[in-house]
């Protein structure tokens, strides 16, 4: 058996694994040419970037950071094939809220190109739209299908110079060569950057952004500030365009600029914005209106994110109410109905009829209803920056909160530590501290206001001034002189805590009591030294009648700490610390530190009041001003704490502060420092329930736009359910079962009685559900009416009274609500392509989830060029409609007038309406429910939203003080006269309140509530009613 030749193959091993590496490279050869065959080569991954750097992390096709193992070199060969996500990633990053899970309406096929398209880009511009993340502007209502203005653009670097816009711009880009490139955006604020491996919308992948949250930002041509803004390399040919789309979100600040970039793949190369040589238009829109959309292209970069994250809100309004259903349910027979209640007369006291008013002053005989239950129309979230719910003012609110409200728990002991805190704050050592009456006006004379507030009877006085001759000796202080034994005493005790405002203590005293008339408001006092000659060293120190103690003045509003203006001190030259008659004047001797406790340090600043042995003090009078806050005075002190200098003035003469510094170096370190202050984690409280529902009244509340309907007790709905339940039993015999109370109104009129709206869920025997709403009065027992219902067309009966003296549920007369009646809507539009769009295509949703078929549009157009009106009114799905057109400027109310008198039935009900409305569900019903023949008339207050707010994210505020918005029948709008066309011509702005004021008059009761989900949309009043910019543009505006 031959033996393997061992020893030949170790000596030709390097030939064999040259042969090896041979065999792989020829195979690697012919892999390579049979995949250039079919249009897909392999290509090395240059790991190398801008200036020869590591690219050690790159984006993905969509955006998101790929792991090295997954990344790879984008492939846009013919075959189209649409990259897959990286493993581990969710589509739901991708696509927030589940939106890449939705069929979106994608556009695959793009409109004919032409070579005239060259050189430009399309530009949409959505204006005044606030925030700084393309989040923000795709959840703008009309984004991305009807922009502000259409126009175009020369190169990808755009800058406005404006704020609170969104731009989305897109197009082709047309490549110079083959190869390899890369992209990168800049932008302030957030930018987004898509691009499609084809000309196709449909396929764009995002490739580089600028931030997320709208805080991210970049200066111009800073396209590597994030890791984000680069994108992979990708593989682009000359011989195709690529679809891209730049979005772009500028807020109210910073320089506003968006640009995008290129280079090749190369090491050292650098970013180059794209020029108008290698882009295109997507389409020619310059002929096209604003209403004309199917040439838009939707992409996934105008979807993502388009739906908010399924999240709770902050708004308690959005979350599900009753009311806001309740009107599907079947409402019962009126015929089933009638007997219930006995009929009565109704005419409240607060109607106005024929009561002369004056212009605009109807606001004042608006009364609000009470609701039950709560609706939640309180705007809760929006009370961080408005309180004016509360009756304390904001200045009050800012500085002491609601600790008012609270009564802080204290411990055994607390007390007696209290009150002798209190007791060492006011330092009473003894009873003859105490002045009498006939020491005031000595203490007042050596007292010197120092700011003084303005009389109400006139000018104060001034204080007489004291002027010492610097030859003059100072007088000694009086001791006390004595007293009589048999006279009797004038010294009071403090009493400042049982009084209704803290007054001034001077050393210890507080001033004898004023009468309320001649009560002066609260002057600031500075304890200073009288003026003299300088004392004798040798003289002895005369002592003083009582411990010196600085004037105390106890504010309304405590102050942050104490301030005290040290005395002046002479010149010494620098560098001399010790000996010499220039050294620093002595301290006055401590003074029992555990009775004075931390005034020790202020008695050592206050040396000045005791006379010293320093020759070289000025004859000037020293001062020292000490304020005390209430916390302070209250609070115990350590030697030394709550002293500090006053800084940033300079009394004495120059080299002072050296001087100062000096002392402070010699005498040592401090003996006291200020303490962070002590926080007590074991404090309690007692609280006891507050409502402040019941502080509020029926009037219209024009000062607080947060605050809700009024809200209705609980006991006094249930009372009046209960009694009209019991009523409708004992007729139908047990028939019909109570579910639930939806929703009760309440008109209150202390003179005769209160007028409810009822609406009650009940269950019928053997049947099922059932609505009930209607009408009640509860009419106080001997309330007339008077002549005020002598038009009835009936006698009405007196309200009969239970036996327990109570008032009892009667059916008002003439106040019954019609479910079937027409509603018109009147809208005076022009110029409002996007808005017009938006109005009939919500009205169309509204019809289609009510399948209410009562209602119409009535659209007023004022020759609007944007779009065709009556074309998108015929091609709306409404049940009725009608187009008028006028000739010349927009006249607001001269089109309402106009849409009114195109309704020919006058027992129909007209909303005076507005373009930019969101409408709940329930619209319809409410309308019906609260305007009444000859009775009642529908103010309902809307909601306005903020810049950047929509209806799913609610910010904003009530417009209380319009009433724009405005329900009544035909027949009492012509009685009334309806608009003012002749006052309110070529403006507006107060016809709605000269309405009022005649609705008023007329006898008619307005109904004023908030409706939950009634919002008005913030909209941009650029371009509106034919106002055009300096610039002309050729694109229509809307």
């Known amino acids: 058996?031959?033996?393997?030749?061992?020893?030949?193959?170790?000596?030709?091993?390097?030939?064999?694994?040259?042969?090896?590496?041979?065999?792989?490279?020829?195979?690697?050869?012919?892999?390579?040419?049979?995949?250039?065959?079919?249009?897909?080569?392999?290509?090395?991954?240059?790991?190398?970037?801008?200036?020869?750097?590591?690219l050690t992390s790159v984006t993905d096709g969509r955006g998101v950071h790929a792991a090295p193992s997954t990344q790879r070199a984008e492939d846009s060969s013919e075959s189209r094939e649409?990259?897959?996500?990286?493993?581990?990633?969710?589509?739901?990053?991708?696509?927030?809220?589940?939106?890449?899970?939705?069929?979106?309406?994608?556009?695959?096929?793009?409109?004919?190109?032409?070579?005239e398209y060259k050189g430009q880009v399309n530009l949409h511009v959505f204006e005044d739209w606030c925030g700084g993340a393309v989040g923000h502007l795709r959840r703008n209502l009309h984004f991305p299908l009807f922009p502000h203005t259409r126009t175009t653009v020369k190169k990808l670097a755009v800058s406005p110079k404006w704020k609170n816009y969104g731009l989305r711009i897109f197009g082709f880009i047309h490549p110079a060569r083959d190869g390899d490139v890369q992209f990168s955006v800049a932008s302030d604020d957030n930018s987004e950057f898509w691009l499609s491996p084809d000309e196709s919308p449909a396929a764009a992948q995002l490739v580089a952004f600028v931030g997320k949250?709208?805080?991210?930002?970049?200066?111009?041509?800073?396209?590597?500030?994030?890791?984000?803004?680069?994108?992979?390399?990708?593989?682009?040919?000359?011989?195709?365009?690529?679809?891209?789309?730049?979005?772009?979100?500028?807020?109210?600040?910073?320089?506003?600029?968006?640009?995008?970039?290129?280079?090749?793949?190369?090491?050292?190369?650098?970013?180059?914005?794209?020029?108008?040589?290698?882009?295109?238009?997507?389409?020619?829109?310059?002929?096209?209106?604003?209403?004309?959309?199917?040439?838009?292209?939707?992409?996934?970069?105008?979807?993502?994110?388009?739906?908010?994250?399924?999240?709770?809100?902050?708004?308690?309004?959005?979350?599900?109410?009753?009311?806001?259903?309740?009107?599907?349910?079947?409402?019962?027979?009126?015929?089933?109905?009638?007997?219930?209640?006995?009929?009565?007369?109704?005419?409240?006291?607060?109607?106005?009829?024929?009561?002369?008013?004056?212009?605009?002053?109807?606001?004042?005989?608006?009364?609000?209803?009470?609701?039950?239950?709560?609706?939640?129309?309180?705007?809760?979230?929006?009370?961080?920056?408005?309180?004016?719910?509360y009756r304390e003012s904001?200045?009050?609110?800012?500085?002491?909160?609601?600790?008012?409200?609270?009564?802080?728990?204290?411990?055994?002991?607390?007390?007696?530590?209290?009150?002798?805190?209190?007791?060492?704050?006011?330092?009473?050592?003894?009873?003859?501290?105490?002045?009498?009456?006939?020491?005031?006006?000595?203490l007042l004379d050596s007292l010197e206001p120092t700011e003084a507030a303005p009389s109400r009877s006139g000018p104060p006085s001034p204080a007489p001034a004291v002027h010492a001759e610097p030859g003059a000796t100072p007088a000694p202080p009086t001791p006390p002189r004595p007293r009589d034994e048999g006279a009797p005493r004038h010294s009071r005790a403090l009493s400042w805590a049982s009084r209704a405002r803290p007054l001034p203590l001077f050393l210890g005293r507080a001033p004898p009591p004023r009468p309320a008339a001649e009560q002066q408001p609260p002057k600031v006092y500075v304890t200073r030294v009288r003026p003299g000659q300088r004392a004798s060293p040798r003289a002895p120190a005369p002592r003083a009648p009582w411990p010196p103690f600085p004037g105390v003045f106890l504010h309304p509003r405590p102050l942050p700490r104490v301030q005290l203006r040290a005395p002046p001190r002479p010149p010494r030259p620098h560098g001399r610390r010790t000996g010499g008659p220039q050294a620093t004047q002595p301290r006055p001797p401590a003074r029992a530190q555990a009775t004075q406790g931390g005034q020790e340090g202020q008695a050592r600043t206050l040396g000045p009041a005791v006379p010293t042995v320093d020759s070289n003090l000025s004859s000037e009078a020293r001062p020292v001003t000490s304020f005390l806050s209430l916390s302070q005075v209250s609070g115990p002190q350590l030697p030394g704490e709550g002293e500090e200098e006053e800084e940033g003035e300079d009394d004495g003469a120059p080299g002072d502060e050296a001087a100062s510094e000096d002392s402070e170096e010699a005498a040592g370190p401090a003996l006291g420092r200020w303490r962070e202050d002590a926080i007590d984690w074991q404090r309690t409280f007692s609280v006891g329930a507050v409502d402040f529902e019941l502080l509020r009244s029926d009037w219209n509340d024009l000062r607080c736009n947060v605050s809700g309907n009024l809200q209705l007790p609980e006991a006094e709905a249930v009372d009046v359910a209960a009694q009209y339940m019991e009523r409708?039993?004992?007729?139908?015999?047990?028939?019909f079962a109570l579910l639930r109370i939806v929703n009760v109104e309440k008109r209150r009129d202390s003179a005769r009685g209160s007028r409810f709206l009822l609406e009650l869920e009940l269950q019928e025997r053997g049947g099922g559900r059932l609505r009930l709403s209607e009408y009640v009065f509860l009419r106080l027992p001997g309330a007339h009416v008077g002549d005020a219902d002598r038009g009835s067309p009936e006698p009405a009966p007196a309200a009969s009274v239970r036996p327990d003296g109570r008032p009892e549920l009667c059916r008002p007369l003439r106040l019954a609500w019609r479910q079937d009646v027409m509603v018109h809507f009147i809208v005076p539009v022009k110029n409002q392509a996007r808005w017009v769009a938006q109005f009939l295509a919500d009205m169309a949703a509204l019809h289609a989830r009510t399948g209410d078929s009562r209602f119409s549009v009535v659209l007023v157009d004022f020759e609007s060029e944007d779009m065709d009106v009556e074309r998108a009114l015929r091609t709306a799905r409404l049940p009725r409609y009608q187009y008028l057109r006028r000739t010349g400027n927009f006249e607001r109310s001269a089109g309402l007038q106009a849409g009114v008198d195109a309704v020919e039935d006058a027992s129909s009900i007209v909303f005076l309406c507005d373009l930019h409305i969101h409408f709940p569900p329930n619209i319809l019903d409410g309308i019906r429910k609260h305007c009444v023949e000859g009775r009642l008339a529908f103010a309902p207050v809307v909601m306005r939203l903020s810049c950047g707010s929509s209806p799913r994210d609610p910010h904003g505020y009530w417009e209380v003080n319009g009433f724009g918005l405005f329900g009544i029948y035909k027949s009492d709008f012509d009685r009334v006269g309806g608009m003012n066309t002749e006052e309110f011509r070529d403006q507006w702005g107060g016809e709605d309140w000269e309405?009022?004021?005649?609705?008023?008059?007329?006898?008619?009761?307005?109904?004023?509530?908030r409706l939950r989900n009634f919002y008005h949309h913030y909209h941009s009043k650029r371009g509106m009613w034919s106002v055009r910019s300096r610039k002309g543009s050729h694109t229509g505006v809307s």
Not at 237 to 248: G, I, Q, W
Not at 995 to 1000: A, G, I, P, S
Request: hydrophobic share 35%; net charge negative; with cysteine.
């Open 213 to 389: 949250t709208g805080s991210e930002w970049t200066a111009p041509g800073e396209f590597t500030k994030f890791s984000s803004q680069v994108s992979k390399p990708r593989r682009l040919m000359a011989s195709r365009r690529y679809y891209f789309e730049l979005l772009h979100k500028q807020d109210d600040r910073g320089s506003d600029h968006v640009e995008v970039g290129w280079r090749a793949f190369l090491p050292g190369l650098k970013f180059e914005v794209i020029s108008s040589a290698h882009i295109s238009l997507y389409t020619d829109e310059s002929a096209l209106k604003m209403d004309h959309v199917a040439h838009v292209p939707q992409s996934p970069a105008s979807h993502v994110g388009g739906r908010l994250p399924q999240e709770d809100t902050s708004a308690d309004m959005l979350r599900p109410d009753p009311r806001d259903t309740f009107f599907l349910t079947p409402r019962m027979e009126s015929s089933s109905l009638e007997n219930v209640l006995e009929p009565c007369a109704y005419a409240p006291t607060y109607v106005v009829k024929d009561f002369p008013i004056a212009r605009y002053q109807g606001l004042q005989f608006v009364y609000l209803s009470f609701v039950y239950p709560n609706d939640y129309t309180r705007l809760t979230h929006m009370e961080t920056d408005n309180k004016c719910f």
């Open 82 to 115: 649409e990259e897959q996500a990286p493993e581990g990633q969710d589509l739901d990053m991708l696509f927030p809220a589940g939106a890449g899970k939705l069929p979106l309406n994608f556009t695959h096929q793009t409109p004919p190109w032409r070579e």
């Open 995 to 1009: 309405l009022l004021d005649r609705v008023l008059q007329a006898g008619l009761e307005v109904e004023r509530l």
């Open 394 to 442: 904001p200045l009050y609110l800012e500085r002491f909160g609601f600790y008012k409200y609270m009564k802080m728990d204290k411990e055994e002991g607390d007390e007696d530590e209290e009150e002798e805190v209190q007791r060492r704050a006011f330092l009473f050592l003894n009873p003859d501290d105490f002045l009498d009456d006939e020491d005031e006006g000595e």
């Open 728 to 735: 409708l039993n004992a007729l139908h015999g047990g028939r």
């Open 1 to 54: 058996m031959p033996r393997l030749p061992v020893k030949k193959i170790r000596k030709q091993m390097k030939l064999l694994l040259l042969l090896l590496l041979l065999s792989c490279a020829a195979w690697l050869t012919y892999v390579h040419l049979g995949l250039v065959r079919q249009g897909r080569a392999l290509r090395q991954r240059l790991g190398y970037g801008r200036d020869g750097e590591k």
